[in-house]
């Protein structure tokens, strides 16, 4: 009896926090659609920008959900890998391959591809050295210890950004022309954002065919459903836990670059883009990887929307709206947009 | 890997030791299973069953003892090597991956395999001990019902061709129509040649099909013998056939 009452205060207390959270959504919704009105052509193109910087925030929130998926752990380095990896790709680009803004469209492409070839290797070991040497021997310890190590790990890999590269900001010149790709009406795509896309939708591509349909990316997904009836199936635990490390990383090296390539890169530029990115791999449903690029995708437009339209808080706010969204995600919908109720349903 | 006669050990079980902390939960189990048998594992709740299965496919670690199959000393080998050198589990509560499909639920029971070719074959003979499953073979794990779960859990154990298959509470929650129909497919199985260990708080169903038992009782082997005498042994019928 008295665990029937209890369940009906729960039914009662989690139908009004739906409501509210129903509220919420709705009047933001409401209030989106009254700005396209005002003035679609403007709130398209802020819009694609938006998503454009969602696409770089998705490749960063693939690596924290696919790690917490496996390892139910919150890999803190992750965002400082991913600054760590656009600082050396701005030397390999400048100093090793000299490209700059004169070179051919030809030799930047080929250039581009050169440094991925390097970055992506080498940032998926550094990404898998992390965990052998830190989180490998707390795999039996409380939660707890490997998630204060990995906020450790991040001190460290930003102290070595800093120590390599300093304080100031590296960026490269525009190899890619800020002309217009696409012009219709008064929407405008650059080269410069379209190019994005051209970098980030071949890699998830690879991704969601190297999860869904290889034999390791299946044993992947069997680890992070059930790890230990994965053990009794022959799968080797910790060799998958390594590759999924790897792949987090040489995705964390594309976010390098293509970040990069927009915008400009210092020591602590991980510290926050990795928030917004675990933002929104909270928000998509941590452990799904379809929900992580969305997310990244709804919390760029976010991002853009509140700095690009008049009537809003203003970029100064960014930060705060966007971790406002965090903990209503939290409160709200703890699972995300895409995530199973269930606890197991990574 | 020497071939073992027809009629000797496929797994051997000498003086077990397991811990869970400071918890001693196996306190010198021996046992064995021999070629072409059913072995049953019979006891109460928390009396080690599943402990043993879990410390034999190398899960649990052992303190103490060894663990023979095929006449090579596996003790504290990796899991995955255990089931690559032939030992396959249905664990308890089917743990199945829910959000595959059956048909990848049953191609990760193959996972150590590199035959690929010769999977679709042994999907098909899965499929042949349960048709129920192919009918559901694009549903997602999780969406099937219990009896429909464990006949993919045990068909998933098959498809890593075991040379000893283990089964932890196949019955478990299970309607007595499913009951019947799993421990028919256990004896089909063997009967095609699989040795198999199977753990069971069903006894009387257990020692119906098994040749020998052993019954367990706080971590260790408290009676052996051939299944129909611990059928009819008085000890046995009190405690777990509830009778008396």
Redesign the interface.
Same mark, same amino acid.
């Given at each position: 009896m008295a665990t029937a009452v209890a369940a009906l205060h729960r039914v009662r207390a989690s139908s009004l926090i739906d409501a509210i959270g129903l509220l919420l959504l709705g009047s933001v919704l409401l209030w989106l659609v009254v700005k396209f009105f005002e003035d679609p052509t403007r709130f398209i193109n802020v819009g694609i920008i938006g998503v454009t910087n969602g696409a770089i925030f998705g490749l960063v929130a693939l690596g924290y959900t696919l790690v917490y998926g496996i390892l139910q752990l919150i890999n803190f380095a992750h965002g400082d890998v991913f600054a760590l990896s656009g600082l050396v790709a701005s030397t390999i680009i400048l100093d090793v391959l000299g490209l700059g803004e004169d070179t051919s469209v030809i030799f930047v492409v080929l250039g581009l591809l050169a440094t991925l070839a390097i970055t992506m290797p080498l940032f998926a070991l550094v990404n898998a050295s992390i965990e052998r040497i830190a989180y490998k021997p707390l795999r039996h310890a409380p939660r707890l210890a490997a998630l204060i190590t990995a906020v450790g790990m991040s001190f460290i890999v930003q102290n070595v950004s800093l120590a390599l590269y300093g304080v100031d900001y590296e960026s490269v010149p525009s190899f890619i022309p800020r002309t217009d790709a696409i012009h219709v009406g008064g929407i405008v795509i650059q080269w410069n954002k379209l190019s994005v896309f051209f970098i980030v939708i071949p890699v998830l591509l690879v991704m969601t065919w190297f999860v869904r349909s290889t034999?390791q990316g299946?044993?992947m997904? $069997?680890v992070a459903?059930?790890t230990?009836?994965? $053990?009794?199936?022959?799968?080797?635990?910790d060799r998958t836990i390594s590759v999924t490390f790897l792949l987090a990383g040489s995705l964390a090296a594309v976010a390098g670059l293509v970040y990069l390539l927009q915008f400009e890169v210092r020591y602590d530029t991980g510290f926050e883009l990795g928030l917004i990115a675990f933002t929104a791999a909270v928000l998509g449903g941590i452990g799904n990887l379809t929900g992580a690029v969305l997310g990244a995708m709804v919390i760029g437009c976010v991002q853009a929307f509140n700095e690009g339209l008049d009537g809003t808080p203003g970029g100064d706010w960014t930060r705060s709206i966007v971790f406002g969204i965090l903990i209503a995600t939290l409160v709200f919908r703890p699972e995300g947009i895409l995530g199973?109720r269930?606890p197991?349903?990574a | 890997m020497s071939e073992q006669p027809s009629t000797g050990p496929v797994l051997e079980i000498d003086d077990l030791h397991v811990y869970y902390g400071a918890i001693h939960a196996l306190k010198g189990v021996s046992l064995k299973v021999n070629q072409g048998e059913i072995v049953t594992l019979i006891g109460a709740n928390g009396a080690g069953k599943s402990t043993t299965l879990r410390a034999i496919n190398g899960i649990n670690r052992t303190r103490q003892g060894t663990i023979r199959f095929q006449g090579q000393d596996i003790t504290g080998s990796p899991p995955h090597s255990i089931v690559k050198s032939g030992i396959a589990q249905s664990p308890e509560g089917r743990r199945l991956f829910p959000l595959m499909s059956v048909t990848e639920n049953l191609e990760m029971g193959a996972f150590q395999r590199t035959d690929r070719e010769n999977f679709s074959e042994d999907m098909d003979r899965v499929f042949e001990l349960f048709p129920r499953l192919q009918e559901r073979r694009m549903q997602k794990a999780g969406t099937l019902s219990g009896g429909e779960q464990q006949m993919c859990s045990i068909g998933r154990a098959l498809m890593a061709r075991p040379k000893l298959l283990l089964l932890d509470e196949p019955s478990m929650g299970l309607a007595p129509i499913f009951v019947e129909r799993i421990f028919e497919t256990v004896v089909e199985v063997n009967k095609q040649g699989t040795p198999v260990l199977l753990v069971e708080q069903n006894a009387l169903m257990a020692l119906e099909v098994a040749k020998r038992g052993y019954v367990m009782e706080t971590g260790t082997i408290a009676l052996e013998g051939p299944a129909g005498d611990l059928k009819t042994n008085e000890q046995v019928r009190k405690t777990y056939l509830g009778e008396g």
């Open positions: 034999r299946k044993g997904r $069997a459903q059930d230990e009836a994965s $053990a009794m199936m022959g799968i080797n635990v199973e269930t197991e349903g | -």
